[in-house]
């Protein structure tokens, strides 16, 4: 079965420091990862992805996330948090060989960045 | 492009009423689409995964009967809520999946609310 996990409820970080927001999973057959950005009342925000490659993936404003195949992990960083960037984080996975079927997400994180 | 409407954005019904929800891809052909259920700051739950013509595949513990799942063209999809009480009031997100991505597109979410 196919899982997620964000092992941090929240994570608090001052402004102009680094962030890391961790997800680890589990799926059968190589995974496609992803992670959403949501603000209050809002939807989800594509922020980027893991398909194939390299194992740093770059997305939107400014955050990357590298793929640890041994670690099975798929951690969010980036190197200068913003007030801006407080928001709920999602991981989420599908496996490769599992096309028909839907993401499932983590259980999510806050993320607060203070001035 | 891969854009995903969603109408209304919020509802608000009273008790015993039928409310349909709207899910759209705009500038693309979704093959698949799925509903999500969210609770307040909570993760996304997957309710069922529809493929256009074809009966909706419902998860474990969401109802068929009450969550009335509709996918009768490759750009929409509907959810309708049948007699809804106040413990169905919560965020609906529907995602599209086309034939040529890997990715699934998120509408903005509908906020129910149930009085």
């Known amino acids: 079965a196919q899982s997620v996990a964000q092992p941090e409820d929240q994570v608090n970080v001052a402004e102009g420091n680094p962030l890391t927001v961790k997800c680890t999973y589990s799926v059968s057959g190589n995974p496609y990862l992803f992670w959403y950005v949501q603000y209050p009342n809002r939807g989800l925000q594509f922020l980027l992805k893991y398909i194939t490659g390299d194992n740093l993936v770059k997305g939107s404003y400014g955050f990357e996330a590298e793929f640890n195949k041994s670690q099975t992990s798929f951690h969010l960083k980036k190197p200068s948090a913003l007030v801006s960037d407080s928001a709920l984080y999602f991981c989420a996975v599908r496996g490769s060989n599992q096309a028909g079927t839907a993401l499932i997400f983590g259980k999510g994180t806050t993320l607060s960045v203070s001035s | 492009g891969a854009v995903v409407s969603q109408h209304p954005s919020w509802v608000i019904c009273k008790s015993g009423t039928s409310v349909k929800i709207e899910c759209r891809s705009l500038?693309?052909?979704?093959?698949?689409m799925f509903w999500y259920r969210q609770f307040p700051k909570k993760s996304l739950m997957l309710m069922a995964t529809s493929n256009e013509g074809s009966k909706a595949t419902y998860e474990q513990g969401v109802e068929k009967d009450k969550f009335l799942i509709n996918h009768a063209s490759l750009t929409l999809s509907t959810l309708t809520v049948t007699s809804a009480h106040p413990e169905d009031s919560s965020f609906y997100i529907c995602?599209?999946?086309?034939?040529?991505?890997?990715?699934?597109?998120f509408g903005p979410g509908t906020r129910l609310t149930v009085l």
């Open positions: 995602s599209a999946r086309g034939t040529k991505y890997n990715e699934q597109f």
């Open positions: 500038d693309f052909q979704a093959t698949t």
